[in-house]
């Protein structure tokens, strides 16, 4: 059974960090791009960033440019979303995802469950 499984959400003041992990297992993880999206309160479900498997693009959302940073460790198929500089309109309930391939849309091949970071003001 595959699964994703996000950590690392909680409650921080504005101007704070907050790191999200997201361990994949159930099989292997070799050629998918993982990344993260995020759904704030009445919001649609946003794209936040993505890493490729290997050597590649790596790409961000306009509004978390130079704030967020993602990365993974593919021994440990894990990836992670280091949030710095944390505003409230950061918050939203944060959602890992897995797809074959290079690309990585709102329907992906696997998703998490999510994990709620809140940043207060």
């Known amino acids: 059974q595959v699964q994703l499984v996000e950590s690392g959400g909680g409650l921080v003041q504005a101007g704070g960090s907050l790191r999200l992990s997201c361990a994949a297992s159930?099989?292997?993880?070799?050629?998918?791009?993982m990344g993260w999206f995020r759904q704030g309160p009445g919001k649609e479900r946003e794209f936040v960033a993505r890493?490729?498997?290997?050597?590649?693009?790596?790409l961000y959302a306009d509004s978390v440019k130079g704030r967020f940073t993602i990365f993974r460790d593919n021994a440990k198929n894990t990836v992670y979303l280091q949030m710095n500089s944390l505003k409230p309109e950061d918050t939203a309930v944060y959602y890992c995802?897995?797809?074959?391939?290079?690309?990585?849309?709102?329907?992906?091949?696997?998703w998490g469950q999510g994990t709620q970071v809140t940043v207060s003001s």
């Open positions: 890493i490729p498997w290997g050597v590649g693009l790596i």
């Open positions: 995802a897995a797809n074959h391939g290079v690309l990585l849309t709102t329907t992906p091949d696997y």
């Open positions: 159930g099989r292997s993880f070799s050629g998918y791009t």
